[in-house]
């Protein structure tokens, strides 16, 4: 004998399968949006909703798919609930700014989903992948850095090429190239999509692991930067100082593990993404740059990398969002200027 689950086989009065309805829009966080251009090309997305006790709430980018399609036919249908007890909503969708938005339904999406969609800032199109440099920065502390830094470097952006290219592909196969380029979450919604629901918490725990490691990574190369940056005066000389026993610099960790601290418990650091993406690449176009200079006797590679690589920094530092732009160009011309002032200033010492 197999028990039956009642709660899917025997019938349900009206009154009851509405209750469960108005249970599920209450209790669930995501849905299923069906959408279609002018057409017919239909798009299905999770989304995460709130719903009001009226009308359903839904957060997406007038860019995306779903967003596109609201906004030029308005007609939607959302899909509640496992695929044996499903709750089908059809309805005609109205679209709000960010500017727009009710500020209690802000508050109570926000509440619900755990995250506001009103501080949302769309994701820049580059990525940047910063590993070769801090191997470079910790040089200092590598045994024979001359031989081991030029064999890590290829393996280090050799592993990292073959995990995104996996991650890359296996999701695009699970989600398809639209709902991909809608996901808010997409290795969650990949997980989700192929029946693993045990596999959210794993790529939470996860993400959270590689963000940490990505941060403590920075604060070592970051800090080794301002390292170098004392022993020249750039700095305050302090800062220079070297631990007797484990030969690390421990005031530039210490200070910067503490900026780090301050900043991410006080700030919101998201607003920052595309100037620091603009940051990155400047300094890997200067990197490149400066490769071209190398004579034949340093190592210099062919004179297509460098430019290559110089070409292909500049125009992803000045694709990205223009405060971005703006804001990374200001900050670099005062840097400059600031060390323009301070070498005459120099200059005009030792004269």
Not at 8 to 22: G, I, W
Not at 273 to 283: E, H, N, R
Request: hydrophobic share 50%.
């Amino acid at each position: 004998m197999t028990p039956v689950d009642c709660s899917f086989s025997c019938p349900r009065s009206p009154e009851q399968r509405k209750r469960e309805a108005l249970e599920r829009l209450v209790r669930d966080n995501d849905v299923w949006v069906a959408t279609a251009d002018a057409t017919g090309e239909p798009c299905l997305v999770p989304l995460a909703f709130w719903w009001d006790g009226e009308a359903v709430w839904l957060a997406t980018r007038d860019t995306n798919p779903p967003g596109r399609n609201l906004c030029s036919s308005g007609r939607v249908r959302l899909s509640f609930g496992h695929t044996r007890d499903v709750v089908l909503v059809h309805g005609t969708a109205r679209m709000l700014t960010r500017e727009e938005l009710p500020a209690e339904v802000g508050d109570a999406f926000a509440a619900k989903d755990g995250w506001d969609p009103r501080k949302d800032h769309p994701r820049t199109s580059s990525s940047a992948s910063p590993g070769y440099a801090r191997i470079a920065t910790l040089g200092e502390e590598a045994r024979d850095p001359a031989r081991t830094i030029p064999r890590a470097i290829p393996i280090a952006l050799g592993i990292t090429l073959v995990v995104y290219a996996l991650v890359a592909v296996s999701v695009l196969l699970v989600l398809g190239p639209d709902p991909l380029a809608s996901a808010e979450a997409p290795l969650t919604d990949a997980a989700r999509a192929a029946d693993a629901e045990w596999l959210v918490p794993v790529v939470r725990v996860g993400a959270a692991v590689a963000a940490l490691g990505s941060l403590l990574a920075l604060i070592l190369g970051v800090s080794r930067t301002t390292l170098a940056m004392a022993r020249d005066h750039h700095l305050p000389h302090a800062l220079a100082a070297v631990h007797p026993r484990f030969k690390v610099p421990h005031r530039a960790e210490l200070l910067v593990g503490a900026v780090v601290a301050v900043a991410a418990a006080t700030t919101d650091v998201r607003g920052a993404i595309g100037f620091s993406s603009f940051g990155v690449l400047a300094y890997y176009a200067i990197a490149n740059a400066s490769a071209w200079t190398l004579t034949s006797t340093e190592g210099r590679p062919a004179r297509i990398i460098p430019a290559v690589g110089l070409a292909g920094c500049l125009v992803l530092a000045f694709t990205l969002p223009l405060p971005s732009v703006l804001t990374g160009a200001a900050v670099l011309l005062i840097g400059a200027a600031a060390y323009g002032i301070r070498q005459r200033v120099w200059f005009s010492h030792h004269e």
